[in-house]
């Protein structure tokens, strides 16, 4: 961890949410790249407003070079009051997904375009719009005014497979800081601030067929679609019984199935060849009391008889946090302020959450609407980022103030 700068008399002005937003849209951290410059900027500027910064990287799988950051502020000891509280943490990620297609105004998807309601731009809403909300709520609250840690976390790779938070989970002393301590946290993701305290988790696998390539008109090849075929009617029978089979729903979400997804490439493009590999995949979102692993064994089981090899991909568990835990409740309250009357929601997507299992308090809360997320003209609504930050700066006074 960096040390904490050298207290002084000067007070920071509090974080303009908008600026801070157009900054953070500015980076391109699209996952294949790195996330450094990012970084490094959210750390320089938690520094500013007193956070301790512990900054952990790796190398991904193609060796580019990623960042996580964890930054944690503690009260100052004159003005600890002896809250019970164990204080709160906010996670997020850096990363966004492609924005190869980009149709919003301006033309350019990282560089912000502000109108009259609404502000454009690849990750105005997922996630960059929470962090910007989150370092401005922050920013409200002074030291003085502490009486319990507060964290606030930055992630890599969130969008192609949680790879930033495993790194975490693995080898960050920080994070096991937060473990030991069992705040209530917030995973950011937008969610127009209501209250999320159950996601799917989500499973992939490969399926991988191997033939030999020769003239199509002879019989030297071996067509490695043949035994794909089979399979892919396994994938159908598979996919069909997550519909109808009740065994494989939990009624708390929409829509209440494992959502099986799968497909098949050959990438054969010359039919005078013989295709001599053929790839299915399969997605699926699991449940917190389903977690698909009589299907995996089905689908082994097929894949052996017909001679194919299966590769899985660690994906993540679903995420859930008991209703009986104070804070469910504490923050729909809070949220009511902003969204009126509301009740705890479970959601189909998933999350850096699930990766976090350690935590038993974590709660998805953020500004903007999923239904924004990945679009060619992502937004965020004004209005939303402004209450995202007054939510967020309760949230750090109910947890972490006097």
Same mark, same amino acid.
């Given at each position: 961890?960096?040390?904490?700068p050298p ?8 974080l ?15 996952s294949?790249?790195s =996330? ?5 900027y959210?750390?320089d500027?938690?520094a500013?407003?007193?956070?301790v ?6 190398r991904d799988?193609?060796e #580019? ?6 930054a ?6 004159a003005?600890? @009051?002896? &809250?019970?509280? &164990?204080?709160l943490a906010?996670f997020?990620?850096t990363?966004v997904v492609?924005?190869?297609r ?8 990282f560089?912000?375009?502000?109108? @009259?309601?609404?502000i454009y731009g690849?990750?105005?809403?997922d996630? @960059?719009?929470?962090?910007a909300?989150?370092m ?5 609250v002074?030291?003085?005014?502490? #009486?319990a840690?507060?964290?606030i976390v930055a #992630?890599?790779?969130?969008e192609v497979?949680f790879e ?7 080898? &960050?002393s ?5 473990v030991?301590?069992?705040?209530? &946290?917030?995973?950011?993701?937008p969610s127009r ?14 399926i991988?067929?191997?033939g030999?390539a020769?003239h ?7 067509n490695?679609?043949?035994a ?12 069909q019984?997550c519909?109808?089979?009740k ?7 929409d829509?209440?199935t494992?959502?099986?997804n ?6 054969m493009r010359t039919? =005078? ?5 053929? #790839?299915a995949?399969?997605?699926?979102r699991?449940m917190?009391n ?9 689908v082994?089981a097929?894949a ?12 993540g ?18 949220a009511e302020?902003?969204?009126?009357? =509301?009740e ?6 998933a999350?850096?959450g699930?990766?976090?299992d350690e935590l038993s ?14 679009k ?5 609504a004004r209005?939303e980022?402004?209450?995202g930050v007054d939510?967020?700066?309760?949230a750090i006074r109910?947890?972490?103030g @006097?």
């Amino acid at each position: 961890m960096s040390p904490r700068p050298p207290s002084s008399n000067r007070v920071e002005q509090p974080l303009s949410v908008e600026h801070v937003l157009t900054e953070l849209i500015g980076f391109n951290t699209v996952s294949h790249l790195s =996330n450094e410059a990012i970084t490094r900027y959210v750390a320089d500027h938690l520094a500013r407003i007193g956070f301790v910064i512990e900054l952990t990287q790796y190398r991904d799988r193609r060796e #580019t070079l990623k960042f996580n950051l964890i930054a944690r502020r503690d009260p100052n000891v004159a003005s600890e @009051k002896g &809250s019970e509280s &164990s204080g709160l943490a906010y996670f997020c990620h850096t990363d966004v997904v492609s924005a190869d297609r980009w149709s919003g105004p301006g033309g350019d998807p990282f560089r912000a375009s502000v109108d @009259k309601d609404r502000i454009y731009g690849r990750g105005a809403c997922d996630m @960059k719009g929470s962090l910007a909300a989150m370092m401005a709520a922050a920013s409200r609250v002074t030291i003085d005014e502490q #009486t319990a840690p507060l964290w606030i976390v930055a #992630t890599a790779d969130e969008e192609v497979g949680f790879e930033g938070a495993r790194c975490l989970v693995d080898s &960050s002393s920080a994070y096991r800081e937060i473990v030991a301590a069992d705040p209530v &946290s917030i995973i950011g993701e937008p969610s127009r601030l209501r209250i999320v305290y159950a996601h799917k988790g989500i499973i992939g696998l490969q399926i991988h067929s191997v033939g030999q390539a020769a003239h199509s008109s002879t019989s030297e090849g071996v067509n490695a679609n043949i035994a794909m075929v089979p399979m892919l009617q396994t994938l159908l029978e598979i996919d069909q019984r997550c519909r109808h089979d009740k065994s494989l729903q939990d009624d708390r979400f929409d829509p209440p199935t494992l959502t099986w997804n799968f497909g098949v490439s050959d990438r054969m493009r010359t039919v =005078n060849i013989v295709p001599d590999h053929s #790839t299915a995949w399969v997605s699926f979102r699991t449940m917190p009391n389903v977690d698909g692993a009589e299907l995996i064994d089905q689908v082994l089981a097929r894949a052996g008889e017909l001679g194919l090899q299966v590769e899985k991909f660690a994906g993540g568990p679903p995420m859930a946090t008991s209703l009986d835990q104070p804070c469910v409740g504490e923050m729909c309250d809070l949220a009511e302020r902003f969204i009126g009357p =509301n009740e705890p929601a479970a959601e189909c997507y998933a999350t850096d959450g699930c990766v976090f299992d350690e935590l038993s308090r974590r709660i998805v809360c953020g500004p903007g609407s999923i239904a924004q997320a990945h679009k060619t003209d992502e937004f965020i609504a004004r209005d939303e980022l402004t209450r995202g930050v007054d939510f967020y700066e309760s949230a750090i006074r109910h947890w972490c103030g @006097k």
